[in-house]
Nanobody, 119 residues
C-alpha cells in the first residue's frame, strides 16, 4: 500500500507562486510514476505533471514553462513548484502514484489540496 499526503495549497494572487508537496509512504518502491493531477469544480480531473522512476517528466501543455515537478527520493517527497499562477489554475490538486505493473491493481491518490488563484 502507498499513502500520499499533499500540502502547500492556499490562496494566491494571479502571477504569484506556490509550492505543493506530496509525502509518499508505505510501499514506495512499488511506485512507477508519481505526480500531480488537478480538478476544478464541474471539470474532469486532468494531468498536471508526472515524473517516473527513471526521472522522465511530463507536463500538461497548460502548465509548461510555469510549473516544475521535482522529486526528492531520499525524503520520499515530490514537489510541484507553481509560478505565474492564473485564475484558471484554481483547482484541487491531487498527488498521484501509479504502481509498478503487477504490484497493485489500482492507482493511489492523495486527499487533495486546494489551490485558489484570485485577486
Amino acid at each position: 500500500q502507498v499513502q500520499l499526503v499533499e500540502s502547500g495549497g492556499g490562496l494566491v494572487q494571479p502571477g504569484g507562486s506556490l509550492r505543493l508537496s506530496c509525502a509518499a509512504s508505505g510501499s514506495i518502491f512499488d511506485i512507477n510514476v508519481i505526480g500531480w493531477y488537478r480538478q476544478a469544480p464541474g471539470k474532469q480531473r486532468e494531468l498536471v505533471a508526472t515524473i517516473t522512476s527513471g526521472s522522465y517528466i511530463n507536463y500538461a501543455d497548460s502548465v509548461k514553462g510555469r510549473f516544475t515537478i521535482s522529486r526528492d527520493t531520499a525524503k520520499n517527497m515530490v514537489y510541484l513548484q507553481m509560478g505565474s499562477l492564473k485564475p484558471e489554475d484554481t483547482a484541487v490538486y491531487y498527488c498521484y502514484a501509479e504502481p509498478v505493473p503487477g504490484t497493485y491493481e489500482y492507482d493511489f491518490w492523495g486527499q487533495g489540496t486546494q489551490v485558489t488563484v484570485s485577486s
